[in-house]
Structures are given as structure tokens and as C-alpha cells.
């Protein structure tokens, strides 16, 4: 093994214990809790270290951001992954997807709620971030009806299920009635 392997795998080492505890901090104390000072003695490295890997906070939430979109894909995919009739795919993909809001509220917001300097929608939209949106689109697109783009119908999807993701954790909305809200979306929405 070469010393610039060496380097390389303790900096990518290094950059993963940053993210983890930034999301960490986050889910248990909030955003407002993630701070450089907090993360350099929590990892034990000084903040110049930290610097070495990120700019500041915009671009840890950013990086947090890249890694939830990619476990959100994997997520809905896995979800649809056992349905077999479209109707049953959309109510998978919707669970999924609410459900990943309702357990990673930090990472939900380092992905929606958050400036983490990323662009949507955009040419330059990183991979992550397209890939979780195709995700959705994979599975939306054979519901959406005749004479509806698929990508316009998943925007309105996925807008929906933000909407009820983000006013159910905000106390907005009955949590006892979720499921009722997530088959109705499905069922108004999706041409079965």
C-alpha cells in the first residue's frame, strides 16, 4: 500500500466521520446544533482539519443532503421492489418516501428545507439528487394518464407527498390520519 493510498482512504475515512456526526448532532439537536467548533471537538480533529474537508457548514448540509437523496432511492426502489400491481407500487413508493421523512427529519431537511448550495432541477444537478427523483419517476410515470408528461405528474406527486411529509411533522396534521391521507393522494392522483 502506498502512502498516497494511505492518505487518501484516512481522508475519505475522515470526511465520513464529519458527515456522520454532523447527522447525528442534527437528528438529535437540530441543525442549529451542527457547528464547526462542536464538530472538530466532537471528531476530535481541529476545525483547520475540517476546513480541509469542507468550507463550512453549507457544504456539510450539502454532503448530508448527497448521501440522504442516495438512501432515498434505495429506498423507494426497495419499497416497489415487492408490489406487484401498479396501485400497490405508488402506495409502496409513497410510504417509503414518507417514511424515510419521518425517520431522518435532519436529513429531510438538509435535502429540502435547507440551503446546502445544490441545484434542483437544474443541468448541473448532482447524480444523487436526479437518481432519487428518478426513482420516483420509474414508478409514477405509468400512473400519471394519458396526455400527462410524466416528469410534470411526478413533480405534483412528489410536491404532494413533501406537503404532508413536512405539515404532519409539524404537528399540521393528525398523525392518526396518515395512511388515510397517503390513499387518498394515491388514489386522486394516480390513474389506476
Known sequence: MSVQGRKERERAERERLILATAREIAEQQG??????????????????????????????????????????????????????????????????????????????????????????????TPEPLKDAFAALLENLGDVAGDGVEPGLFTELFWAGLHGLATLTRAGRLPPELAERRTQLLVDRLAVL
Do not use: C, N
Not at 91 to 119: C, E, I, K, N, W
Open 31 to 124: 441543525w442549529d446544533a451542527v457547528t464547526t467548533r462542536r464538530l472538530a471537538e466532537r471528531i476530535e480533529y481541529s476545525q483547520p482539519v475540517l476546513y480541509s474537508h469542507f468550507r463550512g457548514k453549507r457544504e456539510i448540509i450539502g454532503a448530508v443532503a448527497l448521501e440522504g437523496a442516495t438512501e432515498l432511492a434505495v429506498a423507494l426502489r426497495a419499497a416497489v421492489g415487492a408490489a406487484d400491481e401498479p396501485r400497490d407500487r405508488v402506495v409502496a413508493l409513497a410510504r417509503a418516501y414518507l417514511g424515510f421523512a419521518a425517520r431522518s427529519p435532519a436529513v429531510y431537511d438538509a435535502m429540502f428545507q435547507l440551503d446546502g448550495g445544490l441545484a434542483f432541477a437544474r443541468e448541473d
